[in-house]
């Protein structure tokens, strides 16, 4: 017998351009039976065959119903990792971290073992204050010790961490990527992009029992949230892990790394292979670095850093011949690229890709103006993250400068005819959509008075829409997810208040409070 759920006296927004309210919605097993009015859907409720159907009845009471929200680039192991490790988020001192550090290992760690953390932002260090091995060796003689930067981009090791991973005073640097050394050639302990990439691979990251562990505690918080799918940008091998496991009750669409590309086609593997859990997405290629390392690729220097002009991985000849290869295999790309460089040259290869694929740039934080509408006419989908503004507002003016005008820029974007999806880059930031559309619709954060950039801002609908149905189209799935219409699958998300008619503040208080899934109540 199909169990099925019958959802009444609701305020639904649909995301559908041909109904886009509704009071009821039916759900029969994983898939929406029918979207409608209270006594259209109660007639054919009766008129359905009851003894095929065990029906529950959800009185919604007026509360409001949207799709479930899709996060278009998230790191779902790191996120579930940075549940269990220290967290350096918003420290400002040396003095604070060795703190924070001391106090965790006092409780959370064996001799030998691995000590992981992430979260410190050189930023907001206090003025002559730097980050040097010195101060974890102090701290933890005896272990290898992994601090990941805020964004990623950098890694702050312990000589026992360099040790491990081979790196030596005479060790060259990669391409793309820095060993820093201080003035007379020593080792500081900082990895910067490539090299901060490649140290990831020698980090003893749990394995087993205590990675599935990690992934399900990752899945349920996401779940609390709202999500239902998510554009995960980490290697799919984790994923193995669970397939002796309880469902995942979350939607993956998999991005392989650049270096899983020939692996990828020799195995015959195309974007969208898979199923309505798991399917291969696109290849990642890192293009560039950040704004908050200042390792974005830019077209003039950094504001106070004359021959600054950020770190490329690639050149565009090499990027170029990437897009070309991966295309013309049925792999679309998603390229990382921040500066407005890197956004250029991205553009660039991707004009000599297929334009059939739904190829991608991940965040596209900084353009140059002509550059705006070659989104539309290259179909190139713009992945964003809307809470990197609020959250990079002084370091975007600070090292942008006047350039800052042109960051950032969803609504030029969409009158551009560009189509975009929103994500969140967790767990660099928050993985909540609610604060995704907050900052979409306000470019601030809650204390700032005014908004930067205002022109930029997009209305609710234009924020939701991106966490929806367009988010759904930017993984190709538009018609099986992404809006609450006939036979498309039953995720669906019930809030505590209509988004779409309470102050912008207000949304920051809006909880989820049931989330259904694959036709069926997870949390509420």
Not at 19 to 33: H, T, Y
Not at 436 to 443: E, L, N, Q, V
């Amino acid at each position: 017998m199909q169990k099925g759920l019958f959802l009444f006296n609701g305020n639904i927004y649909t995301m559908s351009a041909r109904q886009p309210k509704a009071q009821a919605v039916l759900i029969a097993d994983d898939k929406i039976l029918a979207v409608g009015n209270n006594s259209e859907l109660e007639n054919l409720l009766t008129n359905h065959n009851q003894r095929l159907v065990k029906w529950r009845k959800i009185n919604l009471l007026g509360k409001t119903v949207l799709p479930g929200f899709i996060d278009c680039h998230t790191h779902l192991f790191n996120y579930g990792l940075s549940l269990c490790t220290v967290d350096l988020t918003g420290l400002t001192s040396i003095s604070q971290i060795s703190k924070r550090i001391k106090k965790f290992a006092s409780k959370a760690i064996v001799s030998d073992e691995w000590f992981l953390g992430r979260g410190w932002d050189k930023n907001l260090l206090k003025e002559g204050e730097f980050l040097h091995k010195k101060s974890l060796d102090w701290i933890l003689p005896h272990n290898p010790c992994a601090l990941f930067s805020k964004d990623g981009h950098f890694v702050w090791v312990n000589s026992k961490a360099l040790e491990k991973a081979g790196i030596k005073r005479e060790t060259p640097n990669p391409k793309g990527g820095e060993i820093e050394r201080d003035e007379r050639g020593n080792l500081t302990g900082i990895l910067k992009e490539k090299a901060a990439e490649d140290f990831k691979k020698v980090v003893e990251k749990p394995k087993g029992e205590k990675a599935k562990k990690i992934i399900h505690r990752a899945v349920r918080e996401l779940q609390k949230l709202g999500a239902t799918s998510i554009h995960n940008a980490e290697e799919i091998e984790i994923f193995s892990l669970l397939q002796d496991s309880q469902p995942l009750n979350i939607r993956i669409w998999a991005m392989l790394p650049l270096e899983k590309l020939d692996s990828a086609i020799a195995l015959g593997l195309k974007t969208n292979f898979g199923n309505e859990f798991l399917r291969i997405g696109a290849i990642k290629i890192f293009l560039d670095g950040t704004l908050g390392s200042q390792t974005a690729w830019m077209l003039e220097p950094y504001e106070g850093e004359r021959e600054n002009f950020g770190i490329n991985w690639l050149n565009e000849k090499e990027l170029t011949e990437v897009v070309k290869k991966a295309n013309k295999n049925g792999l679309s790309v998603a390229i990382h690229a921040i500066g407005d460089r890197a956004n250029q040259v991205a553009l660039n290869a991707l004009s000599k890709g297929n334009s059939g694929l739904r190829n991608r740039i991940e965040h596209v934080q900084l353009l140059l103006p002509d550059d705006f509408k070659r989104f539309a006419t290259l179909s190139v989908i713009a992945s964003m993250q809307p809470i990197h503004c609020s959250s990079d507002i002084e370091i975007a003016r600070k090292y942008w400068g006047k350039r800052a005008s042109f960051a950032y820029a969803w609504k030029t974007l969409l009158k551009s005819g560009a189509r975009i999806c929103f994500g969140s880059d967790s767990p660099i930031e928050s993985p909540n959509p609610l604060k995704g559309i907050y900052a979409a619709i306000t470019r601030k954060r809650k204390e700032d008075k005014e908004s930067f950039y205002h022109k930029e801002c997009l209305n609710v609908l234009e924020a939701v829409h991106s966490y929806t149905l367009g988010a759904a189209y930017a993984s190709g799935e538009e018609r099986i997810k992404g809006s609450i219409e006939p036979s498309k699958l039953a995720d669906l998300i019930i809030l505590s208040q209509d988004i779409f008619k309470i102050p912008a503040e207000e949304i920051l208080e809006t909880k989820v409070e049931t989330t259904i899934f694959n036709g069926e109540i997870k949390n509420t």
